[in-house]
């Protein structure tokens, strides 16, 4: 067997797409939805994610500004620049980019943003909206896999999911989000006794723990969808997922790649989260 391929590039092209024409029809009521970043010190990794987001913005007309703090700013600092951004008309996206230097209690700097512009998905409001099955603004990684696999035609209802990981970004969201869609999740994490035995369970597995290549080949059902939201890099400067993808590839019908799958699909995501705060936006002026 060999799996077809979940391209998260192709698939994000198509909700960008979707999204100029969300844009377009904001535009002709006076509104150009606003994302604003908040970057904070030198790490390279972050500066070319917010990089990659302000790309993403300008191609499907987004207005986007970067907000840029030195690595010794205080706490005071960037929760007075949160708070006018929270105030601000034009813009209806906010997102700090992590992670955050040691001065600065991520907690609370995310819980400063507004629920209503967290197009993240952190705020507490937001999280617990999905316990009771709703989703406001969504985390974007986790609305990315579900996007790609209702892309692909996955059914999830009545289907054993597992999610390896139990991150707040990532792993408890997309629980629940599956949870939501009717399918049976399981959460395991890289300290789960006999990790094989549940994931060789999985219709569905999607790995999120940030351990290059944990799950291979023998740990996955024949015919699988395997989604991996781990990006590692090597100490050859290679780039891989927390999934053997060549062994896994042999088991699985659907898989996607690292790079090139679901970190596509979280930008994607960002900007259509951006879009759907505008919208909101103006039903709440409208009323």
């Avoid at 207005?63 to 007075?80: D, G, K, M, Q, Y």
């Avoid at 400063?112 to 990684?141: E, R, Y």
């Avoid at 939201?229 to 927390?242: C, H, Q």
Wanted: glycine share 8%.
């Amino acid at each position: 067997m060999a799996a077809t391929l979940l391209d998260g590039a192709a698939i994000a092209q198509q909700v960008y797409s979707r999204v100029k024409q969300r844009v377009h029809n904001l535009r002709n009521q006076g509104v150009q939805p606003g994302l604003a970043a908040v970057l904070i010190g030198d790490n390279p990794a972050s500066k070319v994610y917010v990089k990659n987001k302000a790309r993403a913005c300008s191609e499907v007309g987004l207005h986007s500004e970067v907000h840029r703090f030195a690595e010794n700013c205080t706490e005071a600092e960037v929760l007075a620049l949160l708070a006018r951004l929270n105030r601000d008309p034009r813009i209806h996206g906010i997102l700090v980019q992590l992670p955050l230097p040691p001065q600065l209690d991520p907690e609370r700097v995310l819980q400063s943003i507004s629920a209503v512009k967290d197009v993240d998905g952190f705020n507490w409001l937001n999280l617990g909206a999905m316990v009771a099955g709703h989703t406001l603004l969504a985390p974007c990684t986790p609305l990315g896999v579900v996007t790609m696999l209702d892309h692909a035609r996955v059914t999830l209802e009545g289907a054993n999911a597992v999610v390896v990981g139990r991150s707040v970004i990532v792993g408890k969201p997309l629980a629940l989000m599956l949870i939501a869609r009717g399918a049976t999740v399981s959460v395991c994490n890289s300290k789960t006794y006999d990790l094989r035995r549940h994931t060789t369970s999985a219709d569905i597995l999607v790995a999120a723990v940030g351990k290059p290549r944990l799950i291979d080949g023998t740990m996955i059902k024949p015919g699988a969808v395997v989604v991996d939201v781990g990006i590692n890099r090597l100490a050859d400067g290679k780039l891989v997922g927390d999934v053997d993808f060549a062994s896994a590839a042999s088991v699985a019908s659907l898989i996607t790649p690292v790079p090139g799958g679901v970190g596509r699909m979280t930008v994607a995501m960002l900007i259509s989260n951006t879009v759907t705060a505008a919208e909101r936006s103006t039903e709440t002026v409208s009323a």
